[in-house]
């Protein structure tokens, strides 16, 4: 009966209430709906109350701030009914093969201790964000709108040059889907969208609203439907300016989708700002990917990049995703709370931005980001670097372009000769134009600085208790970078660059002998320019 009115996704959900008499705190159960009465017993605080029995729908949860957050949840929010996850098949691998690859995590690791019976609450939904209606089943699409309480949209690609038709489907259309089908569920309390600040990257000062949108959403997923894609990659440059890329641009058009699509709905649109690797939970460092300032720390702690086009001076707003997504669960739980008060008392719901941003409250300038990775850089260094650590700054784009010929290019040129010599595939020019692109991309957020106002941040934090403000720690202003850093460094030593601890004093050993290979290289460096100089000065003296 269960798989014939759902699907699979339902019937595999009932099938796990079977091993509930395998708790210890759930004895002598007869009926499913007493389960909660030893809820008292917990001292649930009011966030946790929130997501008591809920059932929390997420899309994106394969990825980086996805991942903290079914890890968070399902920790932090001990009586969460039920977890729905909208994975795809991917690269031969099924929905429930990647649901089960992703719980391998070390991540997971902590809340697998605290929550070894987690298995039973997590159910994997078929869909693909990239498909119109978010690729669900007609069975599937029925249980969501039966079941789910909480939604949260985190899914989206965050590729800077994505192309124009893929960037629409996932950031506006899906999104777009998504409200309509949360339109449709009669026991929905939130719905939260997760965009970015920089979406608004036209703005000289950010504020907590929703902006005008640079196109209208529904003739632009209309365009990207119908078009040919040549026609579509052609016209992108004009289409998108002047945004930067197609990932700001469609993340700005989303958000006022997002208003209309979700009038009178309890929805919120939440604004994280650059989001790098945890603080504390649920172990400091963890990160998965090379995204922004991240891989500009991996690529010069190798010795690859020496240069960046860079403002020091600017802001680097950077957030913590730990501390992003428990401001993300502490503003659903504000969400509800806000929509039914405005039914209550017979008010418009308007819909709430939230801000997390660092700017406000815990400034850190790039200069001050690239001195703190320097320092503890040196300290763990990787056996896998090729060269000592000399990242330099520049703010004026020609110098920048100078100063890389000579520090990236034909450094490149040297080493493709002397592997094309020794029998091996020349690859350093074509690292280095992978590298230039990387870095022409995120120089444009590198080299400006916003104000960013977070007022609704703020008194979000002050209006959770004290238990919840501890268990969901969010307060920027508590962050302390100088303890962060201390371990972001090790994080993408061991995570991203696959370099374990154990291989540290080898490293320090080859950090040494690059130390004095590259001060050599230097000084006779100085020592050619100084020669070149000398014989332009005898020239000029002789032509007197």
């Known amino acids: 009966m269960v798989a014939d009115r759902y699907g699979y996704a339902t019937f595999e959900n009932q099938n796990n209430y079977k091993n509930l008499e395998e708790y210890p705190f759930i004895k002598n159960v007869t009926d499913i709906h007493e389960i909660h009465s030893f809820?008292?017993?917990?001292?649930?605080?009011?966030?946790?109350?929130?997501?008591?029995?809920?059932?929390?729908?997420?899309?994106?949860?394969?990825?980086?701030?996805?991942?903290?957050?079914?890890?968070?949840?399902?920790?932090?929010?001990?009586?969460?009914?039920?977890?729905?996850?909208?994975?795809?098949?991917?690269?031969?691998?099924?929905?429930?093969?990647?649901?089960?690859?992703?719980?391998?995590?070390?991540?997971?690791?902590?809340?697998?201790?605290?929550?070894?019976?987690?298995?039973?609450?997590?159910v994997g939904v078929g869909g693909d964000c990239t498909l119109s209606g978010i690729g669900l089943s007609i069975q599937d699409r029925r249980l969501l709108v039966d079941e789910v309480n909480i939604v949260f949209h985190v899914a989206a690609t965050v590729r800077f040059d994505e192309k124009i038709k893929t960037a629409v489907a996932i950031n506006i259309r899906a999104p777009r889907d998504l409200l309509r089908l949360s339109r449709e569920m009669p026991n929905l309390k939130c719905f939260m969208h997760t965009s970015t600040i920089f979406g608004n990257c036209m703005?000289?000062?950010?504020?907590?609203?929703?902006?005008?949108?640079?196109?209208?959403?529904?003739?632009?997923?209309?365009?990207?439907?119908?078009?040919?894609?040549?026609?579509?990659?052609?016209?992108?440059?004009?289409?998108?300016?002047?945004?930067?890329?197609?990932?700001?641009?469609?993340?700005?058009?989303?958000?006022?989708?997002?208003?209309?699509?979700?009038?009178?709905?309890?929805?919120?649109?939440?604004?994280?700002?650059?989001?790098?690797?945890?603080?504390?939970?649920?172990?400091?460092?963890?990160?998965?990917?090379?995204?922004?300032?991240?891989?500009?720390?991996?690529?010069?702690?190798?010795?690859?990049?020496?240069?960046?086009?860079?403002?020091?001076?600017?802001?680097?707003?950077?957030?913590?995703?730990?501390?992003?997504?428990?401001?993300?669960?502490?503003?659903?739980?504000?969400?509800?709370?806000?929509?039914?008060?405005?039914i209550k008392d017979g008010q418009q719901y308007e819909i709430p931005v939230y801000n997390y941003e660092s700017f406000s409250s815990q400034p850190i300038t790039w200069g001050k980001y690239m001195q703190l990775t320097e320092n503890y850089?040196?300290?763990?260094?990787?056996?896998?670097?090729?060269?000592?650590?000399?990242?330099?700054?520049?703010?004026?784009?020609?110098?920048?372009?100078?100063?890389?010929?000579?520090?990236?290019?034909?450094?490149?040129?040297f080493a493709d000769v002397g592997l094309f010599c020794i029998g091996r595939k020349p690859r350093m020019v074509a690292a280095y134009k992978k590298i230039h692109k990387y870095s022409k991309v995120i120089s444009y957020f590198a080299v400006r600085e916003w104000k960013i106002k977070s007022n609704r941040v703020e008194n979000l934090v002050n209006s959770m208790s004290d238990r919840d403000q501890e268990i969901f720690f969010s307060d920027l202003k508590k962050l302390n970078w100088q303890e962060y850093f201390v371990y972001y460094v090790r994080g993408i030593r061991v995570f991203l660059i696959q370099d374990p601890?154990?291989?540290?004093?080898?490293?320090?050993?080859?950090?040494?002998?690059?130390?004095?290979?590259?001060?050599?290289?230097?000084?006779?460096?100085l020592f050619v320019i100084f020669q070149f100089l000398c014989s332009l000065a005898l020239k000029f003296l002789s032509l007197l």
């Open 39 to 122: 809820e008292e017993d917990l001292n649930l605080t009011p966030i946790q109350k929130f997501y008591d029995g809920a059932n929390v729908f997420i899309t994106g949860s394969t990825g980086f701030l996805g991942k903290i957050l079914v890890e968070k949840l399902l920790r932090s929010c001990p009586t969460l009914s039920t977890m729905y996850l909208l994975v795809r098949s991917k690269k031969g691998k099924s929905m429930e093969e990647r649901i089960d690859e992703m719980f391998d995590d070390v991540i997971f690791q902590k809340m697998k201790e605290e929550c070894p019976k987690y298995r039973h609450k997590v």
């Open 203 to 342: 703005q000289s000062v950010i504020e907590e609203k929703v902006y005008p949108p640079a196109i209208d959403s529904h003739k632009l997923i209309l365009m990207t439907e119908c078009a040919p894609e040549k026609i579509l990659e052609e016209i992108t440059p004009k289409l998108i300016e002047p945004y930067p890329n197609t990932y700001t641009f469609t993340k700005q058009v989303a958000e006022d989708l997002v208003k209309k699509e979700g009038e009178n709905l309890p929805v919120a649109i939440f604004r994280p700002a650059i989001v790098v690797s945890t603080y504390k939970e649920p172990f400091p460092a963890w990160i998965n990917n090379m995204y922004g300032p991240t891989g500009v720390c991996a690529g010069s702690g190798v010795g690859l990049i020496r240069a960046l086009h860079c403002d020091a001076k600017c802001n680097a707003n950077l957030v913590p995703v730990d501390m992003c997504v428990n401001s993300l669960i502490a503003a659903a739980w504000e969400t509800a709370l806000s929509h039914k008060q405005a």
């Open 377 to 413: 850089g040196l300290i763990y260094p990787s056996i896998k670097a090729i060269w000592y650590y000399s990242l330099t700054l520049y703010k004026y784009y020609p110098i920048y372009l100078f100063v890389t010929f000579f520090l990236h290019t034909i450094p490149a040129l």
């Open 501 to 525: 601890l154990d291989t540290l004093a080898a490293a320090k050993r080859n950090w040494k002998r690059f130390y004095y290979v590259h001060q050599f290289v230097k000084i006779l460096f």
